[in-house]
């Protein structure tokens, strides 16, 4: 599976950022992930929905404010991000695990097919 990212930018503190990431391959296969580096940090979890979409996984800095979605047909999954807050600065990466079913669902290392990153800058 090959990822890109797109859709980040300068956005000010309480707005909102919707990320996509366009995918080839079997990505229907596959459950997809988000992480966000910020400068100075280690990569961290953001969200992560299994196959089918029916179910989706958070990172507790971001539960209530961002929704992980997928669309199959398009071969893309979505990242939306409300009430975005300067915390949420970070190069955001969509990710792709080697195998079709994985756990626990933010778990960085079961990941290995990474998009480019599209960088979410927020001002206070």
């Known amino acids: 599976v090959q990822l890109q990212a797109s859709g980040g930018g300068l956005v000010q503190a309480g707005g909102s950022l919707r990320l996509s990431c366009a995918a080839s391959?079997?990505?229907?296969?596959?459950?997809m992930g988000w992480f966000r580096q910020a400068p100075g940090k280690e990569r961290e979890f953001v969200a992560a929905?299994?196959?089918?979409?029916?179910?989706?996984f958070y990172g507790d800095s971001v539960k209530g404010r961002f929704a992980i979605s997928r669309d199959n047909a398009k071969k893309t999954v979505y990242l939306q991000m409300n009430n975005l807050k300067p915390d949420d600065t970070a190069i955001y990466y969509c990710?792709?695990?080697?195998?079709?079913?994985?756990?626990?669902?933010?778990?960085?290392?079961?990941?290995?097919?990474w998009g480019q990153g599209t960088l979410v800058t927020v001002s206070s």
């Open positions: 391959g079997n990505f229907q296969r596959y459950t």
């Open positions: 929905i299994i196959r089918s979409g029916s179910n989706t």
């Open positions: 990710a792709a695990p080697g195998r079709a079913y994985i756990y626990p669902h933010d778990k960085e290392d079961l990941y290995n097919n």
